[in-house]
């Protein structure tokens, strides 16, 4: 059983450094979701047998949707990763309490 907590100790140490390290940049999140709006508006139109690039305003609109919506995401990943982060550091110190409870009934 204590060879298992350690593990479970382990992971939630070598998560809490990965996940600050595997955090999206910004920019390429905001500009990948704005191509995916403007891929999406070209592919609307090409279904509708319309001019893919008739109406560049459109293109323009949802491609600043999109953007909007990536930046949002962006923000939304970065205040959940501290958020976890704050929970597994709360989880190891509960652990670590419990251990100690537990070495001091078992002696």
Same mark, same amino acid.
């Not at 996940?19 to 500009?31: F, G, H, I, K, Y």
């Not at 970065?78 to 009934?105: D, F, I, M, Y």
């Given at each position: 059983?204590?060879?298992?907590?350690?593990?479970?100790?382990?992971?939630?140490?070598?998560?809490?450094?990965?996940?600050?390290?595997?955090?999206?940049?910004?920019?390429?999140?905001?500009?990948?979701?704005?191509?995916?709006?403007? +891929?999406?508006?070209?592919?609307? @139109?090409?279904?509708?047998?319309?001019?893919?690039? &008739?109406?560049?305003? $459109?293109?323009? *609109?949802?491609?600043?949707?999109?953007?909007?919506?990536?930046?949002?995401?962006?923000?939304?990943?970065?205040?959940?990763?501290?958020?976890? +982060?704050?929970?597994?550091?709360? @989880?190891?110190?509960?652990?670590?309490?419990?251990? &100690?409870?537990?070495? $001091?009934?078992? *002696?």
């Amino acid at each position: 059983m204590i060879h298992f907590e350690a593990s479970i100790d382990d992971e939630l140490d070598n998560n809490n450094t990965s996940t600050s390290n595997t955090t999206m940049a910004e920019v390429p999140t905001v500009l990948g979701f704005a191509a995916f709006g403007f +891929a999406a508006r070209c592919f609307q @139109l090409g279904i509708q047998k319309r001019p893919i690039f &008739a109406g560049p305003q $459109a293109h323009v *609109a949802i491609s600043t949707i999109f953007g909007g919506l990536g930046y949002y995401v962006y923000h939304l990943e970065q205040r959940q990763n501290v958020l976890l +982060a704050e929970k597994k550091k709360e @989880l190891k110190e509960k652990r670590e309490r419990e251990s &100690a409870t537990h070495a $001091a009934a078992a *002696a």
